[in-house]
């Protein structure tokens, strides 16, 4: 049974830093894609960003290029989210996804493809 534990969020000031990480136990394929999304109010869960498990490969969404960079590290089976120069538009409900099919370049953006999900944590930037 694959289980997602989220850990890292909290409330920070605009423009500070957070580092998200989810630790995975129970993978069911040898190179999942996992990704993060957020969920505020009212609203659909939105892609954020994604990593192939083994060849690395990242993948974002334009609203967080070049401020969020997404890693894994095989050892420690957790994902790490670095969240920079954070915007009041970026507090939301972060949710940790992992596929149970395969891939090995390119991550799935559409929220169906993923199986397992945690169960969140709150990010808060204050303006």
């Known amino acids: 049974q694959v289980r997602l534990v989220e850990s890292g969020g909290g409330l920070v000031q605009a423009g500070g830093s957070l580092r998200l990480s989810c630790a995975d136990s129970?993978?069911?394929?040898?190179?999942?894609?996992m990704a993060w999304y957020r969920q505020v109010p009212d609203k659909e869960r939105e892609f954020v960003a994604g990593?192939?498990?083994?060849?690395?490969?990242?993948s974002y969404a334009d609203s967080v290029k070049g401020r969020f960079a997404i890693s894994r590290d095989k050892d420690k089976n957790t994902v790490y989210l670095q969240m920079n120069t954070l915007k009041p538009e970026d507090t939301a409900v972060y949710y940790c996804a992992q596929t149970s099919a395969n891939y090995y370049y390119t991550v799935p953006e559409v929220t169906g493809m993923y199986d397992y999900w945690g169960q969140g944590t709150q990010v808060t930037v204050s303006s």
């Open positions: 990593i192939t498990w083994r060849a690395g490969t990242p």
């Open positions: 129970g993978r069911t394929s040898s190179t999942p894609a």
